[in-house]
């Protein structure tokens, strides 16, 4: 998780409008300490935010804990292959700089 911003091939930054939360709540990764947060983007995307159990979830924890909808500035990269097969659209790592919009 921490290099993931590192070994993109490119890192983007873009604003978004998070409308919900696709499972309703953090959710800790099968089988790893990954936590994810998928939002609901007004666009009609998916943009999950990533942290580590036990250790730094401070982006969920912002993102999570804001009144919808809320604007949100952030770095995110491309998903793996695997994710998108679950939808998911644009992921923000837990290093990634964010920044919330009024």
Not at 21 to 41: A, F, H, I
Not at 49 to 55: I, L, Q, R
Not at 59 to 77: A, T, W
Request: include cysteine; glycine fraction near 10%; charge should be neutral.
């Amino acid at each position: 998780m921490r290099n993931w911003l590192e070994s993109a091939e490119e890192v983007y930054e873009g604003a978004f409008t998070v409308t919900g939360y696709e499972e309703g709540r953090p959710k800790q990764s099968q089988g790893n300490g990954n936590v994810r947060l998928v939002c609901c983007t007004k666009e009609r995307k998916t943009l999950v935010f990533w942290g580590v159990a036990g250790e730094d979830t401070l982006n969920i924890d912002r993102v999570y804990g804001s009144k919808l909808p809320v604007k949100v500035r952030c770095q995110y990269i491309e998903p793996q292959d695997w994710g998108k097969g679950y939808g998911h659209d644009w992921w923000c790592p837990q290093n990634a700089k964010i920044a919330f919009e009024s």
